[in-house]
């Protein structure tokens, strides 16, 4: 297994739910900022949501405001992904992604993240 492991991913019909968890690794998890992304096909990768708890901080993209809960449990090192009422548009391949608390600034759309995981698939159709 890689730093990164998500799981949680399957299909569901349009206004479903899932919770997706992404469990970091112990030797840098500790107060890293951590973000969800994700890639249709034929679609560049999209930012959705961001925790750093360090600075209070918990940033969702427009498409997923309101309907997507992102939160960690830094018991276990894990950061999940609560999603309600999907919709077709919201079918993709989902990633989770870390970086140390020092190279966690305001860009947490483009920067360049220091860990991935390898993604879950999340299937919205009737």
């Known amino acids: 297994q890689g730093d990164l492991v998500e799981s949680g991913g399957g299909s569901v019909q349009p206004g479903g739910s899932l919770t997706l968890s992404c469990k970091g690794s112990?030797?840098?998890?500790?107060?890293?900022?951590m973000s969800w992304f994700r890639q249709a096909p034929g679609q560049e990768r999209e930012a959705i949501a961001h925790?750093?708890?360090?600075?209070?901080?918990?940033l969702y993209a427009d498409s997923v405001r309101g309907r997507f809960t992102i939160s960690r449990d830094d018991a276990t090192k894990t950061v999940y992904l609560q999603m309600a009422r999907l919709k077709p548009q919201d079918t993709a391949m989902y990633y989770c992604a870390g970086d140390y608390p020092s190279r966690c600034g305001r860009d947490w759309v483009s920067k360049d993240y220091a860990y991935w995981g390898q993604g879950t698939q999340v299937t919205v159709s009737t």
């Open positions: 925790i750093n708890t360090a600075v209070g901080r918990r």
């Open positions: 112990d030797y840098w998890y500790t107060s890293a900022c």
